[in-house]
């Protein structure tokens, strides 16, 4: 090889390089959610001040609280349990979302809870 086609395979790289790292930024919230929480979002549980987004992959599911005004420190949390084990918990002052929490259900039943400000939500056993 000659030294320009090296340079153009290089200038060739950076280029697609730079333009991946654009189109990662100019990402949305709910693009950011998938990126916590990887898999299929398999169901939303809303409540007044909030929801809790839950995806599944490969019997892991993946919980996390987003409150509808983000902005101020609130308490906020969420709890994933597989039936026959303890649930996961994440809870705290948060300003963007509790969790995200991780939990390998397989193909057993879930209790999923989630809570910002005074409200909150439970699932009761579901199965996804």
Known sequence: MSGGSIRRRIALGLAVLTASGMFSLASSGTAEAA?????????????????VDVYRSNGYLCAMTVPKRQGGHQWMSVSV???????????????????????????RQVWIKGTVGRESVSSGWIRL
Do not use: I, M, Q, W
């Open 35 to 51: 990126a916590v929480c990887s898999g299929r979002k398999a169901r939303t549980l809303a409540f007044a001040t909030g929801e």
């Open 81 to 107: 349990r597989a039936r026959g084990g303890r649930p996961v918990v994440d809870g705290g002052n948060y300003t963007k979302r509790a969790g995200p929490v991780t939990v390998h259900t397989g193909r």
